[in-house]
């Protein structure tokens, strides 16, 4: 059951999403599978192009985003789908050993005027490595319930 609702979200709010360390192995692996380019998949190859060695693919990046949005807040919200992205761009690669920490502020937030029962928040995530250099921003939207009225039972229809 969420513990927050679209009422206890406001513009201006941040919230730090924590750190992750990304590893050769990892990006490598995600290439293979997705993204399968030299600067992605092989070492010496990445070495011979303008990146100058290996990095990780840029849906890879807004991956592990989503993963820290996921298990810094999401869960908490119950939220019923995302009408999509409004900015997505990456700024500068992200390397193996980089660590990666997340920024999320929201930046609107608008009640439903046909489905009473719901909202949107919009935010901005920003995504720095450990030099503090930004490396990848995404902006966008995700439909999050209401506060259920005073003495309504959970499933009740709004």
């Known amino acids: 059951m969420p513990t927050r609702y679209l009422e206890d979200f406001a513009p201006g709010q941040e919230r730090d999403f924590g750190r992750r360390t990304v590893t050769a192995e990892e990006i490598i692996d ?3 599978d997705y993204d399968p380019q030299p600067f992605h998949l092989d070492a010496d ?10 990095i990780a693919s840029g849906w890879q990046v807004g991956a592990f985003a989503m993963r820290m949005i996921i298990d810094g807040t999401l869960h908490e919200t119950g939220p019923l789908a995302s ?3 409004d900015r997505l761009q990456w700024l500068k690669p992200v390397r193996p050993g980089d660590t990666l920490s997340l920024k999320g502020i929201i ?7 046909s489905k009473p029962d719901r909202g949107v928040v919009t935010a901005r995530y920003e995504l720095v490595n450990q030099r503090g250099e930004l490396v990848y921003v995404v902006e966008g939207k995700v439909m999050v319930g ?3 009225p005073a003495g309504a039972k959970a499933g009740d229809a709004a």
């Open 83 to 85: 009408p999509g992205l």
């Open 146 to 148: 209401r506060r259920p």
């Open 45 to 54: 190859a990445a070495a011979r192009t303008p990146f100058g060695g290996l």
């Open 107 to 113: 930046t609107d937030v608008t009640a439903s005027r």
């Open 30 to 32: 995600y290439a293979r």
